[in-house]
């Protein structure tokens, strides 16, 4: 790896973020942590180090507070990092129905799931093209079908599959871009989203990756080149079956299933 790259992870202080930071460290890449809680970064900055890798630059920062792009290509150009590859995992939602939900909590997902990955897709863009780099934003099953009673959260996953999707066809042969779609894995993001993986819930348990192996796989496939991947066999049937099956009879059945989580 040149001397001066790195690869950005946000949502590095836990679940999938914090697994594929360990990942592109395990591979030589120069890692730059993000996430609020700068205290689990400069933990996983210590783990990182002791396995032999190089030392990552921690960026505490809020990616939903004005001007958070900016402040981190700050903190790298003081650093002497250009951005070779970028993950955007940063994200969370609530189940709830939307009407019933707090509006603000809801738009501040908007603000972190969509507007945050676009920022810094865009603020970055340059420096992952010169470096023929790569771009892995972390969807969702979720992202392949409406979901009452998680209807920002769905929407909001719809919109980083397709943008990563197009962004793979406009910089085809150039940067790989990739949409990594996990379902349900046990990390901070399920309890911060209300999931309770008992009662009606245990059903979903043949679906529940390690965070380990879903951000493998993510990184496999960005390496590979592929545009879309779905980590586990039961979440590759459960996206088929919602593709095939139609809205009338889906519906109910998503809602039903949010209401027991």
């Known amino acids: 790896m040149s001397e001066n790259k790195t690869a950005i992870v946000t949502g590095a202080s836990d679940g999938i973020g914090l697994e594929l930071a360990r990942i592109f460290a395990r ?43 900016e402040r981190l290509e700050a903190a790298l150009a003081e650093a002497g990092r250009s951005v070779e590859f970028l993950v955007n995992n940063a994200g969370f939602g609530l189940i709830g129905r939307a009407a019933e939900l707090d509006a603000a909590e809801q738009l501040a997902s908007v603000d972190l799931n969509i507007r945050a990955l676009t920022a810094l897709t865009l603020r970055f863009l340059p420096s992952i093209v010169a470096a023929r780099g790569g771009i892995l934003n972390v969807a969702s099953v979720a992202s392949f079908m409406p979901g009452p009673g998680f209807a920002v959260y769905y929407a909001s996953k719809a919109y980083v599959r397709s943008f990563s999707e ?30 309770d993986f008992n009662g009606e819930m245990m059903a979903m348990r043949p679906a529940l990756l390690p ?18 991947v779905v980590p586990g066999l039961v979440n590759k049937f459960f996206v088929l079956t919602g593709r095939l099956a139609p809205r009338a009879v889906l519906m109910p059945l998503l809602a039903r299933a949010q209401r027991a989580r």
Do not use: M, N, W
């Not at 890692?31 to 180090?49: F, K």
């Not at 965070?211 to 879309?228: D, K, W």
């Open 166 to 195: 197009a962004l793979a066809e406009e910089l085809k042969g150039v940067v790989r871009v990739t949409a990594l779609c996990p379902g349900p894995v046990r990390t901070g993001f399920q309890a911060r989203a209300g999931f």
């Open 27 to 69: 591979k030589g890449h120069h890692v730059t942590l993000v996430a609020r809680r700068g205290d689990r970064l400069e933990t996983l900055a210590a783990e990182i180090v002791a396995a032999g890798g190089e030392a990552p630059l921690v960026v505490p920062l809020d990616l939903c507070a004005e001007g958070a792009a």
């Open 211 to 228: 965070a380990s192996e879903v951000a493998l796989q993510g990184y496999e496939a960005l390496a590979a080149g592929r545009r879309v």
